[in-house]
């Protein structure tokens, strides 16, 4: 198959196991679950793992890369109202503007203040949490430094705010913010609003939710507390200070990951969709290279201090293409045999799917992958040769850059 250059779509899968964890919880304090092929699989959401990799540290940060997104229900009060009365701006008066600034501009409902007002909030916080960007806050405090120095008292701000963001300039101004104004983070993974002065964002990466490859492996883990001081208030040291149990899972879990190239440019460079091919593209291509590496080594999980659920990934497989992305999940449709060798099994399951598909569909992308253990099937089904992690992401943001 001839590679196309400049192709629209990289899809990422990895695989990595996890022994005595409890990666993400529910509401009632269990392992997430999903039940597919007719059995039940321990699950990790996708807002859990994007959450880990938006916001882990070090060499491959997203954050080395650009400014992340203010992502609060507190931004007006920290970024807008606080360093207002900094700058001399009377308490009233800043929260009232600060107050009245977040509703304009996020284009709260007519409901959502009555319900604001009935129940009698105090606090300077948003309904929902919002997603800002440093460009977007700092013109947001220069406006209404503006506007706090024109009135006198707090009553007058709401005409105020919504007179001095009438004007054609203020709109235009706003409006001429990039959309990765909003953010790094924001123009990977996207935004909601509802408001006329502020852009939505697409998310430009599609995470789907991680599952076992084999039914659920779950126990309760009975604990106690010894208490170290028992022995001097009591006649003898038996029992204990504190009993409890948590549940723990463990598992080998299958991930998987679409980038939108064109979106991802559009969004980090503030262009239109239509015309990707003519930004530039070093920093998608540092984005996805960045990515390669937070999906192998980023591990979600609670419970730190007493599982210490770190785990790199086996197995990191990239797609890139023009064809409609299709996630390997269905390779797993009938839960992976764990013996004699559940890894192994693994493999030849998603080596299987993907010489089926292939040949159902027509090889329609071309595969790479870094990995671990015997991985002959997965070399003949991709038609590669294994890379280590840091060819692989090279690899990756070439594509980026144009392909082959």
Not at 388 to 393: Q, R, W, Y
Request: hydrophobic fraction near 40%.
């Amino acid at each position: 198959m001839a590679v196309l250059k400049n192709p629209k779509f990289l899809q990422i899968h990895f695989l990595t196991s996890y022994p005595a964890a409890l990666l993400n919880r529910d509401d009632a304090g269990f392992a997430k679950r999903i039940p597919f092929g007719g059995v039940t699989r321990t699950r990790v959401s996708s807002q859990c793992l994007k959450r880990h990799w938006r916001t882990t540290e070090g060499e491959h940060a997203l954050s080395n890369l650009g400014k992340l997104s203010v992502r609060s229900r507190y931004t007006f009060d920290a970024e807008i109202c606080k360093p207002l009365v900094a700058k001399g701006i009377s308490d009233p008066v800043a929260k009232a503007v600060s107050e009245t600034l977040a509703s304009v501009v996020l284009g709260q409902s007519a409901k959502a203040e009555k319900a604001k007002e009935e129940e009698k909030e105090t606090e300077l916080k948003t309904s929902q949490i919002t997603v800002l960007g440093r460009p977007e806050i700092d013109f947001l405090l220069k406006e209404a430094l503006v506007i706090s120095k024109e009135i006198k008292e707090s009553k007058d701000s709401k005409k105020a705010v919504e007179s001095h963001f009438k004007k054609k300039e203020v709109k235009e101004n706003l409006a001429s913010l990039k959309k990765a104004a909003a953010g790094l983070d924001a123009a990977l993974f996207g935004r909601m609003v509802t408001s006329d002065y502020l852009s939505r964002g697409d998310a430009a990466i599609h995470v789907a939710h991680a599952f076992t490859v084999h039914s659920e492996d779950a126990e309760s883990d009975y604990f106690s507390a010894v208490d170290d001081l028992q022995k001097d208030f009591t006649d003898k040291q038996i029992g204990s200070g504190h009993l409890g149990n948590v549940e723990l899972n463990s598992g080998l879990y299958y991930g998987y990951v679409v980038v939108d190239i064109p979106l991802l440019v559009s969004n980090l460079e503030g262009c239109d969709r239509k015309d990707w091919l003519k930004a530039d593209r070093a920093l998608a291509a540092n984005v996805v290279k960045n990515l390669i590496h937070l999906v192998a080594t980023v591990s979600p999980g609670a419970k730190l201090g007493s599982t210490a659920p770190y785990a790199y990934a086996h197995l990191v497989m990239a797609e890139s293409g023009n064809a409609q992305p299709a996630t390997l999940a269905n390779a797993f449709l009938v839960p992976v045999k764990e013996r004699p060798d559940l890894l192994a099994n693994t493999y030849k399951a998603a080596a299987d799917y993907i010489t089926e598909i292939d040949g159902m569909y027509g090889k329609r992308n071309e595969r790479q992958f870094a990995g671990m253990k015997d991985v002959s099937a997965i070399q003949k089904a991709t038609s590669s040769e294994k890379k280590d992690i840091n060819e692989l992401a090279q690899w990756a943001a070439n594509e980026i850059q144009g392909g082959a």
